[in-house]
């Protein structure tokens, strides 16, 4: 059981890391370089590609925290526990920024204006690059703890 658990825990952490990569680093860059100058164009095909995601992402993190604790319930063997508690830690960093960006930055977007744009851009690319290092960092430790 514990290594189902565990299949899923890793894929589901696996498929956000995998997707906020794949979108940091392959479709934003090509976004921007396929329209140009064109903000708008850029801001409506982004809008589109992240329309209804919110709900699919929050229900995957749950997922993944469900699954780290379920796997601390059947694991028995808690030497590493701190380990557990930095990945806990991280996930609640990264939620906490999918959050904002989510209910905060992408409404910003919507209503801003072309003058307000580019910097919103940018912040977007600090902010899930954060992301993507926290989670990115929570799935390195848990296979530094499964193996220690």
Do not use: C
């Not at 209503?111 to 851009?121: D, K, M, Y």
């Amino acid at each position: 059981m514990t290594a189902v658990v565990a299949i899923i825990h890793a894929g589901l952490a696996a498929a956000w890391v995998g997707g906020m990569a794949y979108s940091l680093f392959v479709v934003q860059p090509k976004l921007k370089r396929y329209f140009g100058p064109d903000q708008e164009g850029r801001e409506t095909l982004t809008a589109v590609i992240a329309s209804g995601n919110r709900w699919k992402v929050v229900g995957l993190i749950g997922a993944i925290a469900v699954t780290g604790v379920v796997l601390l319930l059947l694991d028995h063997d808690h030497d590493h526990w701190w380990i557990h508690a930095i990945k806990a830690v991280l996930l609640l960093g990264a939620s906490g920024i999918f959050w904002y960006v989510s209910w905060r930055h992408w409404p910003q977007r919507v209503f801003a204006t072309a003058a307000e744009l580019p910097a919103l851009q940018r912040r977007l690319v600090v902010l899930a690059s954060t992301m993507l290092g926290l989670t990115g960092l929570a799935f390195a430790l848990g296979v530094l703890a499964a193996h220690v």
